[in-house]
């Protein structure tokens, strides 16, 4: 339904409408799209700060994570690991500048299944963040939700008092495994669920109401809010509006530039679809998950074992590509 421009007028947009109901998070390395949408919190991934590096006004980050990594010298390897890290914490903090919040910012995906290799690089990312002068109350880091993950960011969060970010979740087991962790956030893949459901399925299109990812997503904010958790519940992966307008007061979504282009260029009114007060109303069965159960719930879900192991096989490809990029002049 067209909106007069009178009424346009009067009207906030449906980014704006949503900010009241919903925190929103730019879902993006590029600073120009969060001056532009001024969005509390910040996500980057692998595949977002390749692309953001090799953008020509970025160069200088990129120069400075080279001088780095060749100023602490050892192999040519050390030298690239250092520089990435480098280059994901000089992002962050040149992201930190332009919001209020945090930034989240993630462990080399290739670390997916190593507890104990995720928990000394998010400390070293934290390290390098308290050398730039921030702390780590305004970071968030980015595990991948397998077990070793999840337990991980257990660790990470009570012994480390370091908050975390669980992405490439898929699957309700993820979602309970995380909570029974007690991680500040996750991130229920929106986006990625209805692409393998449309690929795999006879059903091409779906209302948003009754995208897989929508309930998906809704069915880990009942259950959460339901039974008490503290765990922010942070949709992301999204593939269009209709996806974000049916998750409206979910506690964040973090959504990419072009959508966030879009919702601000749409007028009308949008209504919240979540809430506190009807998910403790919902009929949820309270669940434990040892590694076990967590195993056996998460293989049943062939969409989530799909789509958990394709992600990380991305961003470690993306991490693969961004050092190759590094090792051209740390060689040089």
Aim: proline share 3%.
């Amino acid at each position: 339904m067209s909106v007069s421009p009178v009424k346009r007028q009067k009207m906030e947009s449906v980014l704006d409408q949503l900010k009241h109901h919903t925190t929103v998070v730019a879902d993006t390395g590029d600073f120009n799209a969060i001056d532009e949408y001024k969005p509390l919190d910040a996500t980057t991934n692998p595949s977002l700060i390749l692309a953001a590096a090799q953008m020509p006004a970025y160069q200088k980050l990129v120069d400075d994570a080279i001088a780095y990594g060749k100023k602490l010298g050892g192999s040519e390897e050390e030298q690239i690991k250092n520089a990435c890290d480098k280059l994901f914490v000089l992002f962050g903090a040149e992201i930190l500048k332009r919001i209020p919040g945090r930034v989240s910012t993630e462990v080399d995906a290739r670390l997916s299944f190593d507890k104990e290799g995720m928990i000394q690089r998010a400390r070293r990312l934290i390290d390098l963040y308290k050398e730039a002068g921030i702390g780590k109350d305004r970071i968030l880091i980015k595990l991948s939700s397998t077990w070793e993950g999840i337990q991980a960011g257990k660790v990470l969060e009570a012994e480390y008092g370091i908050h975390c970010n669980m992405t490439l979740l898929f699957s309700f087991a993820q979602a309970v495994a995380c909570a029974e962790a007690g991680v500040t956030l996750i991130s229920p893949f929106v986006g990625r669920i209805l692409d393998w459901y449309v690929a795999n399925g006879d059903k091409k299109t779906y209302e948003p109401s009754e995208d897989p990812g929508v309930k998906s997503v809704t069915k880990i904010y009942n259950y959460y809010k339901k039974f008490g958790y503290k765990t922010i519940v942070m949709g992301a992966s999204f593939r269009n509006t209709g996806e974000i307008k049916a998750l409206t007061g979910c506690d964040y979504l973090t959504i990419s530039p072009k959508l966030l282009a879009e919702l601000s260029k749409e007028y009308v009114k949008l209504t919240p679809t979540l809430s506190v007060k009807e998910a403790q109303a919902c009929e949820l069965e309270k669940l434990h998950l040892d590694e076990k159960a967590f195993r056996w719930h998460h293989n049943e879900d062939q969409m989530a074992v799909e789509k958990l192991s394709d992600g990380i096989r991305k961003f470690a490809a993306d991490a693969i590509k961004l050092e190759r990029m590094l090792k051209v002049d740390v060689i040089s």
